[in-house]
């Protein structure tokens, strides 16, 4: 009993919860393949994949109450406030209550969003275990999202100024959270350069 007591103890020391989830927030550029590996990730760890994008999507979509609320902002051209996006975070872990874990993407954005998060997972008895940040350099970007574009129909794929402004706002909005949980030793950059496989086993590697 003594035992069990000093563990628990050691634990709650150092941060470390009682169950084995892993709760992953995926940083990547666009054009950085991040969508690729969250999949790969998904299959291989169990998890689930949560992004804002989806998130919106479906409340909207579905004109819940929240996607009622958020489309009220967007459709004056505001912002949608933090306490919306966490409320439809919190909505798609009550219905997807996964034990193994998830894997955030594109989400927290600020340092704000960040302990909004760290509140829900703590109110689960867990917290964010990992932070990954793919690493690709600006003119690789460039290149690949360019080469994307002849095929993708997307404009701002297809016009360089645009991609190197996305690259700029990309890396503003990330620092401060990857700062956040450095602090904690949960954050690592990973090189996003190689193949598919090659990428991935770096990131499983430092999931493991």
Known sequence: METMWFMDFVKSLFGIKKNNMINLILFGPPGSGKGTQATKLVEQF???????????????????????????????????????????????????????????????????????????????????????????DDEEIVRRLLERGKTSGRADDANEEVIRKRIVEYLAKTSPVFA?????????????????????????????
Request: glycine content about 10%.
């Open 46 to 136: 169990g998890l689930t994949h949560i992004s804002t994008g989806d998130l919106f999507r479906y409340e909207l979509g579905n004109n819940t109450p929240l996607g009622i609320q958020a489309r009220t902002y967007m459709d004056k051209g505001e912002l949608v406030p933090d306490s919306v996006t966490i409320a439809m975070l919190e909505n798609k872990m009550n219905m997807t209550p996964n034990p193994k874990g998830y894997i955030l993407d594109g989400f927290p954005r600020t340092i704000a969003q960040a302990e909004a998060l760290d509140g829900i997972l703590a109110g689960r008895d867990t917290q964010v275990t990992h932070l990954l940040a793919l690493e690709v």
């Open 180 to 208: 956040y949980y450095e602090k904690t030793g949960k954050s690592q950059k990973i090189e996003g350069i190689g193949s598919i496989d090659e990428i991935f086993a770096r990131l499983s590697g430092a999931l493991s």
